[in-house]
């Protein structure tokens, strides 16, 4: 294994795999981003998305499976991707293509890691490690390398063991077979007026439902933006949304919308700041009212109506911050 203070770095505590994983490369690339940034950039901090029943919703599914490539240049790191679906709508590589891809990653992997800095992989355990409980779900750290094995170190989140996998054994895990890892390379600096004028349309277009089409999106929703809280709302005052899964949502908003603040405050957008401020604070409430209700799958009338009040009060600030972007954006 390659000894080096790089098999120490540790995945972020935060929401979303890409960000865990992201935070500490950024950093052992001498890049300083901090987590609201990178939310803001990448939408974390501006999504929110709904199901008609008001159930279980994978908040982040949609940025971190394919959006993510839209906004990596706004990153001042850059990356070399190797990339390939075996049963997907696109072409599949052939064997020998795909042996040359992950001999090419093994090399620009163990560069990185001879320079400090990890690379990120998806899925980085083999469909073994995965039936025997290996946590390499979504994004993973690659902090090591073993040269005579041929394999990597992985780790998946923080303060879980890591654990070794062989270098062209893993990309077979989803149903799509998808093998994707992003190792570092350049770092440049960023043009701020670009990266303003985009994230600030990435929010609108999220509040506005013009992100993507919500059935058709790589995960697919009922609805997104404010067209989501409309339907949360909906699913409220029948009594179909559990006060469980509220908690869920309105904990990620909380979250997000947090995020959204400081980003926005970065941005010298205060107004802006303080509506999601304004919103943060109705979604805390909430959480409050989730946690107390008398059952977790069910609500009292009395209960269900202090949530739709608070729901509200979240939905005209939101509708508040969004038109503070729109008008800074021009």
Known sequence: MSESRI??????STRGTLLTALIP???AAGVSCSEAHLAGIFGHAFTFSMSRTGGEVWQLANIEWCFLFRELDLLPLRFTSFDAVLRGARPAPTA???RGMKGGAWAKVVEGIDRGIPSIAWGAMTAEQK???VPGFEWSLLVGYDARNRTYRARHLPHEPSWDV???GFGYTDPVQWYHVMTPADVTAVDGVTLRKRALTQAIEYAEGKRFDPPSGCNPVDAIGFAAYELWRE????GDAEPRWALSHASYLGWAREKAATFVRELGLTEAAEAYDTEVAALRRLEGVCRGTGSPKAWS??????????LDDALRAERNAIQRLA????
């Open 7 to 12: 098999l120490e770095i540790q995945p972020a």
């Open 25 to 27: 490369t950024l950093e």
């Open 96 to 98: 020998e293509e795909l």
């Open 131 to 133: 039936s025997s409980g």
């Open 166 to 168: 062989p270098f062209d």
């Open 235 to 238: 699913t409220l005052f029948r």
């Open 301 to 310: 009338p009395a209960e269900a109506g202090e949530a739709a009040r608070l």
């Open 327 to 330: 008008a800074a954006r021009g």
